[in-house]
């Protein structure tokens, strides 16, 4: 990489760009209302199998626009954080953070819940430093035909889905966590230790993501989003059209609008699944283009948002607090939908406040500062 290393050190207040911290603070909303739903219906992906009235919109809205569509926006901001720590970092200063959210995502997982991404994040965040970071634009250059080829095979995968598709009278189901119906809080500890290897091994492919957020922020796509209007446009309208189109048939089954064969159902959540990463390239980019139209001001409506995405972390936490506190069995027992909706926008509400309290007296969030404490000692 031939960036100037910078004073060494966190990125300033000064220095941050709007988008990235607009697109965390808003997408937090969006990872709210996946985990609260998986925790209700203690299963995933956390829809009414049997819905009725307006809770088949509910389930529509969200295997359409949030279902495996809000974590890939985080793996292409955590890409594209990478980048900008490493301009004003040596790596074993990046090797170090990442290892400690590794020790944050064992943590968090152990305490409070098995779907946990920052173990994940950790892993790749330290084979990313190693192998990606400091590489040349021409070697980056590999992941465009990567997400090239990606793209052939979602559409392949759409046309065998599609192809193959044969009526029944199947429906989506959750699967069951066991961590998320056990009956004591000891006892959900000891599922978590054994269901947090095996969910942070299935993402760590996500790293094809984030390689994606380290190319965007070698080309300053968010610091500088006028100069690159027209790539965000068209990742905006590309990313999430194929986001879109490929969860519309699984989303109707959601919805209980239409019904097939066991098999069908499998596919048609296979090809939802695939092309929700497409969510992440065009969720940021949609945000770019917002960013752009406010020319780099906060509006004082967005301020809580904003403030939020720069203290995402203690956000990303203190959901699981709530959810746990909401949720268990052991404890307030809620469920069903509107309860995990409901709870997903109030805690939501409550910590965009929080964090424009702590905005407002020049202090971080706990665990940025906790993170930051030892990261750069």
């Known amino acids: 990489m031939t960036e100037t290393v910078l004073e060494p050190g966190p990125v300033k207040r000064s220095e941050r760009a709007l988008a990235p911290d607009l697109t965390r603070g808003a997408m937090l909303l969006f990872i709210a209302l996946a985990n609260a739903a998986n925790f209700a219906f203690a299963g995933q992906p956390g829809l009414d199998p049997h819905p009725s009235g307006l809770a088949r919109v509910v389930n529509f809205v969200m295997a359409t626009f949030v279902d495996s569509r809000a974590y890939p926006v985080f793996a292409v901001m955590f890409g594209y954080g990478l980048v900008q720590l490493a301009r004003r970092n040596a790596d074993r200063v990046l090797l170090r953070r990442n290892a400690l959210l590794l020790g944050f995502g064992a943590v968090h997982a152990t305490l409070l ?24 634009d021409r070697f980056h250059r590999a992941i465009l035909w990567l997400w090239g080829f990606q793209t052939v095979y979602a559409l392949v995968l759409s046309v065998i889905a599609l192809a193959g598709a044969h009526g029944g009278t199947a429906g989506i189901t959750n699967t069951p966590n066991a961590s998320l119906a056990a009956p004591t809080y000891l006892r959900s500890m000891a599922d978590r230790l054994a269901e947090w290897p095996v969910h942070t091994s299935t993402v760590l492919p996500f790293i094809v993501i984030v390689w994606l957020g380290i190319w965007a922020a070698r080309k300053r796509v968010l610091e500088d989003p006028a100069a690159h209007r027209t790539l965000l446009r068209r990742t905006a309208v590309v990313s999430l059209g194929i986001s879109t189109l490929g969860a519309l048939p699984y989303a109707l089954m959601c919805a209980d609008v239409l019904h097939a064969a066991p098999g069908t159902v499998e596919a048609m959540a296979r090809m939802h699944a695939i092309t929700g990463e497409y969510g992440g390239p065009g969720y940021v980019a949609l945000f770019g283009l917002v960013a752009l139209r406010l020319a780099g001001r906060t509006p004082r409506a967005l301020e809580p948002v904003v403030a939020l995405g720069q203290r995402s972390l203690s956000g990303y936490l203190l959901q699981s607090l709530c959810w746990v506190a909401l949720f268990s069995p ?20 409550v910590s965009c406040l929080g964090a424009k309290a702590l905005a407002d007296r020049g202090h971080r969030g706990p665990a940025e500062t906790l993170l930051r404490k030892f990261a750069y000692r």
């Open 113 to 136: 819940y098995f779907g946990d991404f920052l173990g994940a994040y950790g892993i790749v965040g330290i084979v990313a430093t190693l192998l990606l970071v400091r590489r040349g």
């Open 330 to 349: 052991f404890a307030l027992h809620l469920g069903g939908t509107w309860a995990a909706a409901g709870c997903a926008v109030a805690v939501w509400a």
